[in-house]
């Protein structure tokens, strides 16, 4: 890991003095390690805990807390003071990725939806989940809730935007209208108003209330793929397929203002009224921060490693956590910018392959190593270790939530088993499985994946381990 | 080894929809899928243009990099094609796509619940060429015959070019010497990263 030192907690007027002259090194764009005052050099606000690419981030209104979701199938519940973030709970319900969160405001709750088509009610007081209900045939692409917290809104890639009422987790109205897969939701400030965009271009208002409508807002021709409202009156963000940042007016549809133009599609794009900031990203990294005020550019960054999916801005103001493909949403200063700005590595784990790797090794990182490990630790993975697996009957690992189907299976993992498990594919050997459905119907690669297995599975050298070590 | 491409003259198309229905008929892509599609901006207004947009197999496609288990690979001749049998469905490829090409059908007979489809620029999948599996999977596989995608070879105004990238570059640099620039080739420079574009 590169980037933050924690603040020394020592006291004392030497430390003090000490303090004092870093702080004045640290103006003239110098750094002292060991040394580093608070305002040169925060303590670390990566949010890591993860075991698999982070989808959504989402900041609680008073800034004091976050909530993250990912590829592991997990929600994580973070106190974030200036201390560093604090990990309050990893909630599991979801029986797919996670791909949308958000406060509720005005309460102790959270919402988090998956692509499993499901909702979940999280109690942030009891850390315990409250109701999960089924309602959309297909992922959960966007996720909103109204100002008052009373209505949620989600955005289904089965054409439909379902308006649900927080509190029981009831769907209020199904709205069809769109032609493609939604892709976002988003309330008007008043909250009376909902906006929703699809894949076709199009952003439509259907009435919060009632669900009446729809009336087309606008067409972009290109697929939207975000949503935000923003602070004045009547003034939508979207951000397209086509790398558009646009502000539209919702009530002509008139283009007010074109932000910017990105060469890969705009992916996430986050409001914070209470600082009069935008942020936006994109499917190739680039990150860029306006103020709402004047539409100044307040700064950019280019991540290097792949797309930027999930963004939330800082409860401080300063700073926007972001994610992509790797295991942790990340903090990036925005205001006052560093001189040196650093960027934790990130590597997916289908690239840490060794070059001296065998077949079946291969197969194994390429293919299985974004949900299981081969160590003891499963690593908050969406699938279990896979640490001595051979002998193990079935959904017996202690600690791992296994779907029912598994606990009631019978099978006990062996080179014959696994072996078929590809052939035929999870969801046939083990209906009702959580496992995705995948089959590996070459036989060369297949014995070479189970051959590996036996063989790693009994070690603690895993290839994963190794790799991670060496890009340190 | 030729380089095989797409090009979409963006001053020819006259959004008639024949490759679209020509992909759907040729691969028997399911209905609420489609692999291609023609957008249109700025509709009704000056400056209107239309693009037929699909994977446009792309050089250093973006949808590699970022699938999680490896099901998108390209072809000697620079094909992106993917295996509907290692795809999970994470919709990664969507998002990192500039052309918006990945869709996800629900049901069907492009494999089960959600699988990722999209342009194969008719040239199947992993499976052995031209046989019944890889039909069902993933639809014609032209190029095992010798023949170019459907969607060009149809294009009545020949807007949408398929085939080598130096000769349909080239027929696009004849159009522009004899023409002028114009709306240009959509998604050309985008997709190929700048060369010819």
């Known amino acids: 890991m590169t980037g933050f030192v924690r603040p020394s907690r020592q006291n004392g007027p030497f430390f003090a003095w000490c303090r004092l002259c870093a702080a004045l090194l640290a103006v003239a764009g110098l750094a002292v390690d060991g040394l580093r005052p608070v305002n040169a050099q925060m303590p670390g606000r990566d949010l890591l805990g993860h075991g698999g690419p982070v989808r959504a981030i989402d900041i609680a209104p008073d800034g004091m807390f976050a909530l993250t979701g990912s590829f592991d199938y997990s929600v994580i519940f973070w106190e974030t003071g200036p201390d560093g973030p604090v990990l309050k709970k990893r909630f599991l319900a979801h029986d797919a990725a996670v791909s949308a969160v958000r406060f509720v405001p005005r309460s102790w709750f959270a919402l988090s939806g998956s692509d499993d088509g499901t909702l979940a009610l999280w109690n942030l007081h009891t850390l315990k989940l409250e109701r999960r209900k089924k309602g959309h045939g297909a992922k959960i692409a966007g996720l909103a809730v109204s100002p008052d917290g009373a209505l949620a809104a989600t955005a289904g890639w089965d054409k439909v935007v379902r308006i649900w009422d927080v509190a029981t987790l009831e769907v209020r109205y199904e709205l069809k209208g769109h032609r493609g897969n939604v892709n976002a939701v988003a309330f008007s400030r008043d909250g009376s108003i909902l906006y929703s965009a699809d894949t076709n271009g199009r952003v439509l208002a259907w009435q919060a209330g009632n669900g009446a409508g729809p009336r087309v807002v606008y067409n972009h021709g290109w697929g939207i793929n975000v949503l935000a409202a923003l602070p004045q009156k009547n003034r939508l963000l979207i951000g397209a397929l086509n790398g558009d940042v646009r502000i539209i007016d919702t009530v002509s549809g008139e283009i007010v203002r074109t932000l910017a133009r990105h060469d890969r599609p705009v992916l996430s794009a986050v409001v914070s009224a209470r600082h009069g900031l935008v942020a936006v990203a994109t499917g190739g990294g680039q990150i860029r921060v306006w103020s709402t005020g004047d539409w100044g550019s307040l700064g950019a960054l280019d991540y290097p490693y792949g797309p930027v999916w999930a963004l939330g801005i800082s409860g401080d103001g300063t700073g926007v956590y972001y994610a992509g493909l790797g295991d942790a949403a990340l903090y990036w200063q925005v205001t006052p910018r560093r001189p040196f700005e650093t960027v934790r590595s990130e590597i997916a784990p289908k690239s840490r392959l060794s070059a001296n790797a065998g077949p079946g090794e291969k197969q194994f990182v390429r293919k299985c190593s974004i949900c299981h490990t081969l160590s003891p630790d499963g690593g908050n993975r969406a699938g279990p270790t896979l640490y001595k697996v051979f002998g193990r009957r079935a959904g017996t690992l202690a600690g791992y939530p296994f779907s029912d189907a598994l606990k009631r299976s019978t099978i006990v993992w062996n080179e014959e088993t696994i072996a078929r498990l590809f052939y035929e594919g999870p969801a046939e050997v083990v209906p009702g499985t959580k496992m995705p459905l995948q089959r590996m119907t070459n036989p060369e690669e297949r014995d070479a994946l189970v051959a590996f297995l036996k063989e790693a599975t009994q070690s603690r050298a895993t290839p994963e381990k190794q790799d991670q070590e060496g890009s340190r | ?197």
């Not at chain 2, 691969?27 to 957008?39: A, D, K, L, M, T």
């Not at chain 2, 060429?129 to 105004?157: Q, W």
């Open chain 2, 1 to 197: 080894m030729a380089r095989m491409k797409f090009l979409c003259d963006a001053d020819r198309c006259i959004e008639c929809n024949a490759c679209v229905t020509a992909c759907k008929n040729e691969n028997e892509v399911p209905w609420g899928i489609n692999r291609r599609r023609v957008v249109t901006i700025n509709d009704g207004k000056p400056g209107e243009r239309s693009i037929s947009v699909a994977c446009m197999h792309c050089s250093d496609a973006p949808c590699i990099a970022v699938c999680p288990v490896d099901t998108i690979y390209n072809t000697e001749e620079g094909i992106v094609l993917h295996s509907k049998d290692l795809c999970i469905g994470c919709g990664y490829c969507f998002y990192s796509c500039p052309f918006g090409a990945p869709q996800f059908p629900q049901v069907g007979n492009f494999g089960t619940r959600g699988k990722m489809d999209k342009c194969t620029f008719c040239a199947g999948g992993p499976e052995n060429n031209n046989s019944d599996v890889e039909f069902k999977k993933y639809g014609r596989n032209r190029m095992a015959e010798g023949k170019l995608p459907l969607c060009a070879e149809m294009c009545s105004t020949k807007a949408l070019l398929a085939g080598d990238g130096d000769v349909v570059s080239n027929i696009y640099r004849e159009r522009v010497v004899m023409r002028g620039f114009g709306a240009g080739a959509w998604g050309w420079g985008r997709a190929y990263q700048g060369q010819g574009s």
